[in-house]
């Protein structure tokens, strides 16, 4: 059995979210930079080479990339051979969340009541999901989510005779209506398969994997290739004004399902698809 205390998950947590929201990864910047040399609209492409700009001031001078550092979403795999010590690891986090969002001056975006609407003034609580799996070491990833373009996704509980075409629609018209509200090029987190909060939970999990990875199922590879290149077909475009970049990855992860029932959610992201990971 392995000891770790709060305060170091506090700590990393804290850190995970400055970093993640000052900085994206290596792959999604590439996907970024791939994506301007590639673009033949002029607009499209000057606008591809402004986040580039935007992402480079965001490096160097160590503000955010966007000024919706997000609500922040942890997926936490506990190893069962981990005890944790000097208190309660959801307090641990939330704690973490509010040294970091107050430290980063990130702007702090969540309300107490969804419908008294008083800002909690410290970004917490955090949305934590928990999995127990085998051995001794905590990993922590954290995804800040704006909600411009959380607020275009959606969920369906199509029936298995809409089968793959249904899912496809879904896909594609979620794209289509998210336009320049969910601040294109998108990267698109897509869950298939569980039940009703399953399939959410997917698609947001869906969002934390690299550009360019693809599901370890042949088909499911085949399916994001080809939405990919459906939604870039659409020719919505960079901030929504035209050209061949309206994703840059459509991302699938997929669950065991009811007989009865095709759960399909699509969890919408801008191109500043944040998230970092710590393992402790």
């Known amino acids: 059995m392995r000891e770790i205390n709060i305060s170091e ?3 990393a947590v804290a850190k995970l979210c400055i970093d993640a929201n000052l900085e994206l990864s290596a792959e999604m910047q590439q996907r970024i930079y791939k994506a301007e040399e590639e673009e033949t609209n002029p607009l499209a492409k ?9 992402m480079d001031i965001a490096k160097s001078d160590r503000i955010p990339i966007c000024q919706d ?3 922040a979403v942890f997926f936490v795999e506990i190893g069962q051979d981990v005890h944790i010590t000097g208190g309660s690891i959801t307090e641990a986090i939330n704690e973490g969340v509010r040294q970091g969002y107050e430290e980063g001056y990130l702007r702090k975006s969540v309300v107490s009541d969804p419908l008294i609407r008083e800002n909690t003034r410290d970004n917490t609580p955090a949305i934590i999901h928990y999995d127990i799996v085998p051995g001794e070491e905590l990993k922590i990833t954290v995804t800040p989510k704006g909600f411009g373009s959380e607020n275009m996704s959606i969920l369906r509980m199509l029936k298995p005779a809409d089968g793959i075409e249904g899912v496809k629609k879904v896909v594609i018209e979620a794209a289509e209506n998210a336009g320049p509200n969910a ?3 998108f990267v698109i987190g897509v869950g298939i398969g569980g039940d009703f909060e399953l399939v959410a939970k997917l698609a947001k999990k869906a969002l934390t994997r690299e550009p360019g990875s693809h599901n370890d199922l042949p088909h499911i590879a085949e399916l994001e290739k080809e939405l990919l290149e459906a939604i870039n077909n659409l020719g919505i475009g960079p901030a929504g004004l035209g050209g061949d970049t309206t994703a840059l990855a459509v991302n699938i992860e997929t669950y ?3 007989i009865a029932g095709l759960p399909v959610a699509v969890n919408m992201c801008c191109h500043v698809d944040r998230h970092k990971t710590v393992v402790i």
């Open 9 to 11: 998950i506090t700590g």
């Open 46 to 54: 000057s606008i591809l080479a402004q986040l580039e700009e935007n």
């Open 69 to 71: 550092t997000g609500m």
């Open 183 to 185: 601040c294109p090029p």
């Open 256 to 258: 065991p399902t009811h």
